[in-house]
């Protein structure tokens, strides 16, 4: 019942139109702006390089970037993960709200832990970047 | 002077209650904390919380139960607007201080999210002036790598000696199984550092200077924090002489045979039986690719040799703060408590490390507590149950001030006598933990005489479960008194009894934001 691979996933319903969380949260370049430890973040091509809050640089190669389906994928490229996908999902519901999905699938398994609590994290924060502090649940 | 008492907080971590002498413990030699005992006041049954570090640490910080303060498993973070005992005393005029292991925030933290891994990068004062009321923090942890001040200090200091520590954390980033010493026992290594350059010196040399910065009248709180005995067990090799392996006894919680060990924890329910085969992981501080089965008397040894070195080096260092207090002329005027946030298993059962496994050896903790002298105390010994959740108003009745309304414990007794009279008759300690797809949810009740857990559905267990214990003829708790019929009347006496006992729980449950 030991796993060598893990999977983490967050989610927060916010009182914000689909469209304008997917403005911020599907611009691989806007990530410093809601996700809390980020030092820099530079895009080229389909590369996107994060520097952590710790000095850690963070190679990452976007995989998926749907502004249909309002999906952002990701898979970060250091040794340390033998395996990464992290996938990112607006989902309209309807009313006004939406709910954004932030699954982390890692092997090791404590590595999905490390992204996948900060990516929780940076989910909570998003209702302060939005302004969205009063309504919606978690 | 002000005339107000100053406090001394000693915690270690991952400390049996058997490794001190004046508990009865014959491999450490701990002349410090015995005189301390002898002093002041003993304690015979003093129980956790919770058995892991965070879940602990929090529950000595806002005397509170986990449950309430909401850090249910490590990884999830104190709220930065928990209440804290530190914060009562400084709002009060003492200058506080917190060094060495606080642990109230995750440190696997490659994005510096949490205050505790970002100030070894802005010094000593937290930004505002205090953090959780400590207006001055120097942090340490037995990882000799990372954002801290003790790496920090190591690194820039003697660069040389960080390769000489265990790797805590394997190539993949889980917590090492690598084996090592003489027995392979695992998380052991031979470490050539100098005994001055370790953190258990360095705690005691950082709080020295912090005591020696403070004004004679001030009036002070300052918790001197040990990451030591915890795992991994690798104390400078020049101090290791002090104890040969070969002659250090197995312990007696440690049945030799292995049938016989696999008989005592068929008794138990399953989870226990499923971690020493290696099939089930609960608590992942423990190496994850270590099976407890394959662990041999001879590492048992090992392990308990370097843990007593270890403790006997704490010690030491606890007797030169304690000299410098007395340099100072405070000697008669601060109170020195000393314990630990959990125990480890250091053999019992054929285990090592710690997990949802409600026996003496992880609960049954260390706790001493020495009364300024000026305050005129009889030493005591106190046989009746007390918690950690007990320490935050103790250090405010030291301090002469009312335990703040948001504390769940009271004073600690000075003896058997107080606390009968106040009611100590009981102490409560919690387990939860939920990952990837393993959870597992227990609490526990200690009276005199009785440990009884009850277990709530998780992956392996579906709510039936539980573990009583009678201590008067069972110490080593190796008989599962729950599905005994002649115990059956005391047992639904005890789970009624834990379930009136329960703490009140947060609104929403926190989340676990890294691992450790």
């Not at chain 2, 005339?3 to 915690?11: E, M, P």
């Not at chain 2, 917190?98 to 995750?106: D, N, R, S, T, Y």
């Not at chain 2, 991994?232 to 030799?256: A, C, K, N, Q």
């Not at chain 2, 003496?360 to 009889?378: E, Q």
């Amino acid at each position: 019942m030991t796993t060598a691979r893990g999977s983490v996933r967050s989610e927060v319903r916010l009182p914000v139109p689909a469209d304008d969380v997917w403005a911020l949260v599907g611009d691989p370049a806007r990530l410093a702006e809601w996700f809390p430890g980020i030092a820099s973040c530079t895009v080229e091509g389909d590369v996107r390089t994060v520097m952590t809050g710790s000095g850690l640089p963070m190679p990452e190669r976007i995989l998926t970037v749907d502004r249909l389906q309002r999906r952002f994928q990701y898979r970060i490229t250091v040794p340390v993960f033998k395996e990464h996908t992290s996938t990112l999902d607006v989902h309209d519901l309807g009313d006004g709200t939406s709910l954004v999905v932030y699954s982390v699938d890692a092997e090791p398994s404590i590595m999905a832990l490390v992204i996948g609590g900060a990516a929780g994290a940076a989910l909570d924060n998003l209702r302060h970047v939005l302004k969205a502090d009063d309504d919606g649940d978690r | 002077m002000s005339g107000r008492r100053k406090i001394l907080f000693v915690t270690t971590d991952q400390q049996r209650y058997d490794t001190l002498g004046c508990n009865g413990g014959t491999v450490a030699r701990t002349p410090v904390v015995d005189g301390l005992a002898a002093a002041g006041i003993r304690y015979e049954r003093a129980h956790p919380q919770s058995v892991v570090c965070m879940p602990s640490r929090s529950t000595m910080l806002t005397g509170q139960h986990p449950t309430t303060h909401g850090v249910w498993m490590n990884g999830v973070p104190l709220p930065q607007d928990a209440p804290s005992v530190a914060a009562v005393l400084h709002d009060a005029g003492y200058r506080t201080a917190l060094v060495g292991k606080a642990h109230f925030e995750p440190y696997l933290d490659p994005f510096l999210r949490f205050p505790e891994n970002a100030l070894g990068r802005v010094g000593t004062t937290p930004p505002g002036g205090a953090h959780r009321g400590f207006e001055h923090l120097e942090f340490a942890t037995h990882n000799p790598v990372g954002p801290l001040h003790y790496s920090r200090w190591l690194l820039e200091q003697h660069p040389e000696a960080v390769g000489g520590f265990y790797p805590v954390l394997d190539g993949a980033m889980q917590v090492n199984a690598l084996g090592g010493g003489e027995t392979g026992a695992p998380q052991v290594k031979v470490n050539p550092i100098e005994r001055d350059w370790y953190h258990t010196d360095w705690v005691a040399d950082r709080t020295i200077t912090w005591l020696q910065s403070l004004e004679s009248d001030d009036d002070w709180f300052c918790w001197m924090s040990f990451p030591d005995p915890h795992h991994p067990w690798d104390p400078p090799e020049s101090e290791m002489g002090r104890i040969d392996w070969r002659d250090v006894p197995l312990p007696v919680g440690y049945p030799e045979r292995a049938a016989e060990r696999e008989r005592i924890l068929d008794g138990k329910p399953r989870h226990w039986r499923l971690w020493y085969d290696g099939t089930l992981v609960s608590n992942y501080e423990a190496p994850a690719d270590w099976v407890p089965a394959t662990l041999t008397a001879d590492q048992v040894r090992e392990v308990n040799a370097r843990n007593a070195v270890e403790c006997e080096l704490i010690d030491e260092a606890l007797g030169r703060v304690l000299a410098a207090i007395e340099a100072r002329g405070w000697g008669d005027d601060v109170d020195v408590l000393f314990t630990t946030d959990h125990g480890e298993l250091q053999g019992d059962f054929g285990l090592l490390f710690k997990g949802p496994y409600h026996v003496d050896a992880l609960m049954r903790l260390p706790l001493v507590w020495r009364p300024a002298p000026s305050a005129g105390r009889n030493p005591a010994v106190v046989t009746r149950p007390v918690g950690l959740v007990d320490l935050a108003p103790t250090f405010c009745a030291i301090a002469g001030l009312e335990p703040a309304g948001f504390m769940q414990g009271e004073a600690l007794p000075t003896d058997d006598a107080d606390a009968d009279a106040r009611g100590f008759d009981h102490v409560l300690t919690e387990w939860d933990s939920a990952l990837f797809g393993v959870d597992v949810h227990v609490r526990t009740i200690t009276v005199d005489g009785f440990v009884c857990s009850a277990y709530l559905p998780g992956a392996v267990h579906d709510g039936s479960e539980g573990e009583l214990y009678d201590l008067g003829d069972d110490p080593l708790q190796q008989r599962n008194r729950w599905d005994d019929p002649a115990y059956r009347a005391r047992r639904d006496e005890l789970v009624a009894a834990l379930w009136d006992a329960q703490p009140p729980a947060r609104a929403s449950r926190l989340r676990v934001e890294a691992p450790v």
